[in-house]
């Protein structure tokens, strides 16, 4: 059974940082691609970053480039979400997704406020 769980959301203050960490179990996690998505009230969930199999190709929104940052470590089964410099409009509930598998976590919320 594939499952993802996001961990490590929380309350930031703009410009503050946060990580984020996604655990999957149930298939064998090297063999696919991840993302991360995000979903704000009333809006759309969008791509925000995609890492490939063995980490060669990154890519982002251009709404989150040089500030985050994605990256997997194969041996934990783990895909993390790095960000910086965060803003108030970056608040949403961010989720893991294994696009090949259609696999969706239950997302993790992130609130930039002051």
């Known amino acids: 059974q594939v499952q993802l769980v996001e961990s490590g959301g929380g309350l930031v203050q703009p410009g503050g940082s946060l990580r984020l960490s996604c655990a999957a179990s149930?298939?064998?996690?090297?063999?696919?691609?991840m993302s991360w998505y995000r979903q704000a009230p009333g809006k759309e969930r969008e791509r925000v970053a995609y890492?490939?199999?063995?980490?060669?190709?990154?890519n982002y929104a251009d709404s989150v480039k040089g500030r985050f940052t994605i990256s997997r470590d194969n041996a934990k089964n783990t895909v993390n979400l790095q960000m910086n410099s965060l803003k108030p409009e970056d608040t949403a509930i961010y989720y893991c997704?294994?696009?090949?598998?259609?696999?969706w976590g239950q997302g993790t919320q992130v609130t930039v406020s002051s």
């Open positions: 149930g298939f064998t996690f090297s063999s696919y691609a």
């Open positions: 997704h294994a696009p090949t598998l259609g696999s």
């Open positions: 890492i490939s199999r063995i980490s060669v190709t990154t």
